[in-house]
């Protein structure tokens, strides 16, 4: 983690630079992990659905020759993308095309879900908004206006989750400026933030993020998403035990995804990972049924089968919640019953 002295014309945070830097090129993934070229048609191919983007502190933590790596099948662009399968569809969750100009998606009690940027550091293949290219530029600030007019018209809403694209892409000052509109509502209890970046940028924890978690009146949770063990090396155990220094309490958030972590191990051994560097397993989603992502899904009811296996192993406090996003209901769907973690 790097601490910016202020300057007159600050620099950009050298986490944007890391952020800038990211593999585009399909070629250079390849290359950097000693794969064959033989993958580079396909690649090619299949980036033309979803371009591809990978942070390199990502990239360190895969192996080389490995064309099966499980942080690699995440972000490698495949032509399996272009098999089309019922049910598969562009915008699975439906909520893209709800949530109008605001930006805000309020579907549940006392909470609000902020569109805060369409931007991301990684592209992740299964990602539900892959049909969504976003502009690359970040959102102007008069861009959230419409979302805050929303929140002060609604003084129920007590929690705001910061989501995307992925919140914490925004520069260090703009967050910083939205974060102070929304400390402005009185309302307003607890800041949510669902982010990646943590994990896939975990520079992107600089000491301004930090600092400004710290002074905020509002109480922190931070949600990463990390769907396998080996996402979470010593750099990733750092960003968040600053974050949780910052007083933010930290969940993760994991997609199930055949070939990655479809296994009783893997999904074990997320679980010990995330509680070894201080954060609890919170949600273990089903796949959203998006085009192009149907070689990552499975059966709902070997999801099931899994996650019973996983309760049978591991304490409750570590055994997420196993979901569905189902448009129209008040929460999220519970697949299967699971305790209450208690912070
Ligand atoms: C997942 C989600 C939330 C958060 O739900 P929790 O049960 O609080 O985790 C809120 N709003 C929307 C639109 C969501 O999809
Ligand atoms: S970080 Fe999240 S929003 Fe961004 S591409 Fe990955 S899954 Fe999608």
């Known amino acids: ?13 050298s986490w944007q630079r890391q952020y800038a830097e990211a593999v585009r090129d399909p070629r250079e993934l390849l290359q950097l992990l000693d794969l064959p070229a033989d993958l580079l048609p396909a ?25 099966d790596d499980p942080l690699l099948r995440q972000v490698l662009p495949l032509d399996a993308e272009f098999d089309e399968a019922p049910g598969f569809v562009a915008d699975p969750v439906g909520d893209l095309a709800a949530h109008g ?3 805000v998606l309020h579907k549940y009690h006392g909470r609000a879900l902020l569109i805060t940027t369409g931007a991301c550091a990684v592209h992740c293949r299964y990602c539900f908004r892959r049909h969504y290219p976003y502009p690359e530029a970040q959102s102007s600030r008069s861009q959230w206006q419409p979302a805050l007019d929303y ?17 914490l892409s925004l520069s260090d000052q ?9 400390e402005a509502l009185p309302q307003l209890r607890r800041l949510r ?10 520079d992107r924890v600089n000491e301004t993020l930090l600092g400004q978690l710290r002074e905020s009146r509002l109480r922190s949770v ?15 155990a750092r960003a968040v035990a600053a974050l949780g220094e910052a007083g933010a309490m930290l969940l993760n958030q994991a997609v199930l995804l055949q070939g990655v972590n479809d296994t009783l191990e893997a999904q074990c051994a997320l679980s010990e990972r995330l509680f070894d560097i201080g954060v ?22 070997r999801a099931v089968a899994l996650w019973r296996q996983m309760a049978a192993r591991l304490p409750g406090y570590l055994l997420p919640r196993l979901v569905r996003e189902i448009s129209g209901e008040p929460n999220k769907t519970l697949l299967a019953p699971t305790p209450t973690p208690q912070s």
């Not at 669902?194 to 896939?200: A, G, M, N, Q």
């Open 280 to 301: 609890l397993p919170y949600y273990l989603h089903l796949l959203d049924r998006v085009r192009g992502a149907r070689h990552f899904d499975l059966p709902e009811a």
């Open 151 to 167: 929140l002060r018209t609604h003084p129920e809403i007590q929690e705001i989750i910061l989501s995307g694209g992925d919140p």
């Open 174 to 182: 703009r967050f910083g400026e939205l974060l102070r509109e929304l």
């Open 43 to 67: 690649a090619r191919r299949a980036a033309g659905l979803f371009p591809l983007r990978v942070p390199r502190a990502f990239i360190a933590r895969m192996q080389p020759g490995r064309s």
């Open 193 to 202: 933030i669902h982010s990646r970046l943590p994990v896939v940028l975990p």
């Open 1 to 13: 983690m790097s601490v910016h002295a202020k300057t007159t014309s600050p620099a950009p945070a």
């Open 101 to 103: 100009g605001a930006g």
């Open 222 to 236: 931070v949600v990463i998403h990390a769907n396998h063990a080996a996402e979470l090396d010593p750099s990733v």
